[in-house]
């Protein structure tokens, strides 16, 4: 039931893969053309699936994009022995052409874009006996292409927004990072009023309003209207669409035995009925290889791990019952972990240093033994404990500090832990204390979920050297980082070379 969405067209990733991937205008015979093709609903339904199948690309979801979201923050690093790849995650950019960590991601964005646009432009035309089911392809197209533009923005900023499909000619426009998030917000609010509030049991997996809505809350967020996203965090937890709650056990949010539950706001389906390669041939994968490159080593490739500053801040406060937080034990891998919770799920084989943690959200060992490249784990993109903490921020920035603490002690209570009022009570009413208290409260609840670095950037700790210098006391890799520049990534070399109306960007 929850494997719909991976029931995509394989061939279509031959006619809307991206247009600079063709280097010849040449017709096959074997293969359908735009003007053969968008003539049907069955068409319409093929192609907005195809737009899913973008997940499972490797520099995206499938992959690299985790390099970037949790790796390059201060929740993780890399000690690859490949040393460029390392370099990535800690501000050593000198190929801005470099594979696997830039221009993949680059390259299956726009090409997830192009998918979007292809629907967009073509769909229009074709009949339909119900029209609902047409506005409701068009809302998904949308809907995805603010999300990919989202990510965009969040890691490279200044960008060409594209929104017809492209041809090999095309030289599109940069536009600054203000003009990208007018257009997400455009395309989010175009496609909230055609989603439906849910979708039958057989679709799920589809994004819904109130998976709108919350990307809606993330983009305003990031700019600063904290009015705007307070009205579309409010459609979760008091309007409308109020449906959510928080999963009983945190953990069931990190299996494949529990997904798409009451928690679950957005989430990519994986699976793993095929095993074949991140490609549009017909054995390509569905699944997650982020497992595979953030296990400890002996496990997995161990690429990526997390910082050891986690497991502290987990331990700077106890629960009700005086014992640790329980989300430790599920969020992390590091050496006491056996010690700390009797947890015996790892084995003794396993290699890690005294001081080495590794991120546990996702992971299999709870009935394997090692990681591959064909993890089933559906990553949650949202959930409502991520929204609930959300609100305490919109709260405290609009002058209700005192109405904030409630939406907290929500995410608190489902691990037993005290109200924050009894565990923090130097707090009080104050904005800044309030607002330094809830960066921990996201990473006791978040930390590995790829949000940490649009926090960074929201609350603007990339923004001064006095700011940086903080976060380099707990990941050194900071220490390159260069405020006013890598607070984005470089663009692709190639890009700018091949595009005259597109610059490097600022310090690149």
């Not at 992959?63 to 923050?73: A, G």
């Not at 490739?301 to 700077?316: H, I, P």
């Not at 907290?408 to 009570?425: C, E, G, S």
């Not at 009413?429 to 940490?452: I, M, P, W, Y």
Request: proline share 4%; hydrophobic share 35%.
């Amino acid at each position: 039931m929850k494997k719909i969405i991976l029931t995509t067209v394989v061939f279509l990733g031959l006619f809307f893969a991206s247009s600079c991937e063709k280097e010849l205008d040449l017709n096959s015979p074997n293969d359908i053309t735009v003007d053969q093709y968008w003539k049907t609903e069955s068409d319409a339904q093929a192609g907005v699936n195809s737009i899913y199948a973008m997940f499972y690309k490797d520099g995206l979801w499938a992959r690299w994009i985790y390099f970037r979201l949790d790796l390059t923050s201060d929740e993780g690093f890399s000690n690859s022995p490949w040393t460029e790849l390392a370099d990535w995650t800690r501000f050593n950019y000198i190929n801005y052409n470099f594979w696997e960590g830039n221009a993949v991601t680059w390259r299956d964005t726009y090409k997830a874009v192009f998918r979007c646009n292809q629907v967009l432009a073509n769909v229009p035309n074709i009949t339909f006996q119900n029209e609902d089911d047409k506005k409701k392809i068009l809302a998904q197209a949308k809907f995805f292409r603010a999300l990919h533009y989202y990510y965009a923005a969040i890691l490279w900023e200044n960008i060409p927004l594209v929104l017809e499909p492209s041809t090999p000619a095309d030289l599109p426009q940069q536009k600054n990072v203000t003009e990208v998030w007018a257009q997400i917000e455009k395309d989010l609010n175009e496609a909230l009023a055609d989603l439906p509030a849910s979708w039958p049991a057989d679709q799920t997996g589809r994004p819904d309003k109130g998976a709108a809505e919350a990307f809606l809350a993330k983009a305003y967020m990031q700019q600063h209207k904290w009015p705007e996203a307070k009205t579309a965090l409010e459609y979760l937890i008091s309007g409308p669409g109020a449906k959510y709650s928080l999963a009983t056990n945190y953990r069931d949010n990190f299996t494949d035995t529990h997904e798409n539950n009451s928690e679950s706001v957005f989430e990519i389906q994986f699976g793993d009925q095929r095993k074949g390669g991140t490609g549009e041939d017909q054995n390509a994968a569905l699944s997650s290889n982020r497992s595979q490159f953030f296990a400890p080593r002996g496990i997995g490739w161990s690429d990526g791990q997390a910082r050891f500053w986690l497991v502290n801040a987990f331990k700077q406060e106890k629960n009700k019952t005086g014992n640790l937080d329980d989300r430790l034990r599920w969020t992390l891998f590091y050496p006491n972990l056996l010690a700390d919770f009797g947890d015996k799920t790892y084995g003794k084989n396993w290699e890690w240093g005294a001081d080495e943690a590794w991120f546990r959200k996702g992971s299999r060992d709870y009935y394997r033994n090692n990681e591959d490249y064909y993890s089933q784990v559906n990553y949650r993109l949202v959930r409502y404990a991520d929204i609930l903490l959300r609100y305490a921020e919109v709260l405290n920035e609009t002058g209700n500090t005192a109405g904030a603490y409630q939406y907290v002690d929500q995410v608190r209570a489902r691990v037993n832990m005290n109200t924050l009022a009894v565990a923090h009570p130097e707090i009080g009413n104050d904005h800044d204390k309030f607002l330094e208290r809830l960066k921990t409260e996201r990473v006791l609840e978040l930390a590995g979920e790829s949000v940490r670095w649009e926090d960074l950037k929201r609350w603007g700790d990339l923004d001064s050297q006095a700011a940086v210098d903080k976060i380099s006391l707990r990941d050194p890799d900071f220490k390159n980082f260069k405020v006013g520049k890598n607070q984005r990534m470089p663009i692709p070399q190639v890009d700018v070379d091949n595009n005259p109306n597109l610059d490097q960007n600022p310090q690149y």
